[in-house]
């Protein structure tokens, strides 16, 4: 029986230090999703776009290595996942730039966060493109080449990035159209929104987040931060003894988004029952604790092991190359680039070198094959044939045979022909390459 696997990418951007709210919503749903049957996960650590928005180069490397370790910690099984971080897959930005080549301008001109950059510009009376860098005008190309390198199905994001997920879908149509030959090189790929994740509310009951200094770490600062931040939780005035309003307190809402529904049930009814809030927010540490408390040891060794993070960041790139570096071929054929042979990111993945056949289908559509020796050099290109099934047979039937009873005609030329057909004709001084090379595919 075959069964469809979904691919399912999401970036994520390394900038701060993840806080309970990013974990609730974001890294323990996709966690759990990555362990589904059916779905190949791939996450990566998006440190090209984090760029965009940080020039201090120790920032950016710290928050890369705190992210990975908090995906680790956090249970993310980088065995049956793919992940990894995008500077390490160069054919990432090599695809944005054949991308951005294909991308109407006025289509990254109404990108919202460009947008808000020249509202913002306006509101002050300066420049409308003030401070906007070509990082930040062209982000969601670079976006859309991080999903269609892997030619991933579904892609989980917050609802502010639905907007870039119909941009990579707008310009990986555009791609197909202009270089697909009648067939679609790139998946559209599809957003997916989670509409039952656990929006945490911050210490103030406004939703958690950065900018609003509402805030509780997820593992920094140990047990005690936690203790510190929960105490700041706000709650009514009621005292010890008298019901409390468990629905309309930002504490319950914590302490469910940590509980089975039974648990969460018997919790609320000790609230209503007159529970002190000082006791209730000791309960509700006791509860994260006993989920994070774990992980955050296991976050403490890795961070303390930089040297195990990018082993397994650097196993992960391996992953994503094995499908990038002969993607990217493909694509470059068909934008009509050719990489050679040989060349540093070929010899990266293959350990060794070796001689090499590549079929293609030429502008007329006909079935065509180079050949390429191991040091890259291509030693010769096929006549063109219309059934690529031919093509195969007659150029395995000219391995199989003994070349060097072979003779010139008047150019230098030698005919390799097989069964009455021509595959290819080669060069006199190439034809001991030629034979070599055949033999080795
Ligand atoms: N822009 C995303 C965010 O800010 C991060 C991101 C970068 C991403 N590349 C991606 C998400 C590719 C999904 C797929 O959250």
Not at 168 to 181: C, E, H, K, S, V
Not at 390 to 395: A, E, I, M, N
């Amino acid at each position: 029986m075959s069964t469809a696997v979904t691919r399912v990418l999401t970036g994520i951007t390394t900038s701060g230090t993840p806080h309970l709210g990013n974990y609730a919503g974001a890294i323990r749903p996709a966690i759990e999703a990555s362990a589904r049957s059916g779905v190949d996960a791939f996450f990566f650590l998006a440190d090209f776009h984090a760029l965009i928005k940080c020039a201090d180069p120790v920032v950016v490397a710290r928050s890369r290595m705190e992210i990975a370790a908090t995906w680790l910690a956090a249970g993310l099984d980088p065995d049956r996942v793919t992940f990894y971080r995008q500077s390490d897959v160069p054919e990432i930005p090599e695809l944005c730039w054949m991308l951005t080549c294909v991308t109407p301008k006025g289509l990254m001109n109404r990108a919202h966060a460009y947008k808000a950059s020249v509202d913002a510009n306006e509101a002050r009376g300066t420049e409308p493109d003030d401070g906007v860098t070509m990082g930040l005008f062209s982000y969601p190309v670079l976006m859309a080449a991080d999903i269609l390198m892997f030619n991933a199905h579904k892609v989980p994001v917050g609802r502010d990035q639905i907007q870039h997920l119909e941009m990579a879908r707008d310009i990986a149509q555009r791609f197909n159209y202009l270089y697909g030959r009648g067939r679609d090189l790139f998946v559209l790929p599809e957003v997916q929104i989670d509409e039952d994740v656990a929006t945490l509310p911050g210490l103030d009951g406004r939703k958690m987040s950065k900018s609003y200094h509402n805030t509780i770490p997820l593992f920094e600062g140990g047990p005690k931060a936690l203790k510190a931040a929960v105490a700041q939780i706000v709650t009514d005035s009621r005292l010890p003894g008298e019901p409390k309003d468990a629905e309309g307190s930002p504490l319950y809402t914590l302490y469910r988004a940590f509980s089975t529904h039974a648990e969460s049930l018997a919790f609320k009814a000790e609230l209503e029952a007159g529970l002190g809030w000082g006791e209730a927010k000791q309960a509700l540490c006791d509860r994260i604790e006993s989920q994070i408390g774990p992980m955050r040891a296991r976050y403490a060794d890795l961070m303390a092991h930089p040297g195990r993070i990018e082993e397994i960041l650097q196993a992960g790139a391996r992953k994503a190359r094995h499908i990038a570096v002969p993607f990217m071929e493909r694509l470059r054929e068909a934008v009509g680039v050719r990489q050679p042979a040989a060349g540093p990111a070929a010899k990266k993945v293959e350990k060794s070198a070796r001689a090499r056949l590549a079929s293609f289908r030429d502008e007329t559509g006909a079935f065509r094959q180079r050949l390429f020796a191991a040091d890259g050099r291509e030693l010769l290109l096929s006549e063109p044939f219309a059934d690529p099934k031919r093509l195969h047979q007659v150029s395995r039937l000219v391995a199989q045979m003994d070349l060097t009873a072979l003779q010139p005609d008047a150019h230098g030329l030698v005919r390799l022909a097989a069964e009455g057909q021509c595959w290819a004709s080669c060069r006199l001084e190439d034809l001991e390459q030629v034979g070599l090379a055949l033999a080795e595919i």
